[in-house]
């Protein structure tokens, strides 16, 4: 993943606008990278960029099948 740098590290609401910018910013968005930086808010170009390689890299994992989904135990009590 990114590095341990505090700038690299992503918290829940950045996450949140990043996943919104890139439904808003799509391929043909001119200056794509650059809106999506804008809309998150403190990351440069670079680190959305790189944050969208590990996204598509993870998605990848899953896809194929890597990455087993978690067993949850009931406990009876569902709410």
Same mark, same amino acid.
């Given at each position: ?8 590290? =992503? !918290? ?6 990043? +996943?919104? $910018?890139? $439904?808003?910013? #799509?391929?043909? !968005?001119? #200056?794509? =990278?650059?809106?999506?930086?804008? $809309? %998150?808010?403190?990351?440069?170009? +670079?680190? %959305?960029?790189? &944050?969208? +390689?590990?996204? %598509?890299? #993870?998605?990848? &994992? ?18």
């Amino acid at each position: 993943m990114a590095s341990n740098s505090i700038s690299s590290s =992503w !918290t829940p609401k950045q996450n949140k606008l990043f +996943e919104r $910018a890139l $439904a808003v910013y #799509d391929k043909e !968005t001119p #200056d794509r =990278w650059q809106n999506i930086a804008r $809309a %998150v808010g403190g990351k440069s170009v +670079e680190q %959305v960029k790189r &944050h969208y +390689e590990i996204l %598509v890299e #993870d998605l990848k &994992h899953i896809e194929s099948g890597n990455i087993p989904f978690p067993y949850y135990r009931s406990n009876g009590n569902n709410r």
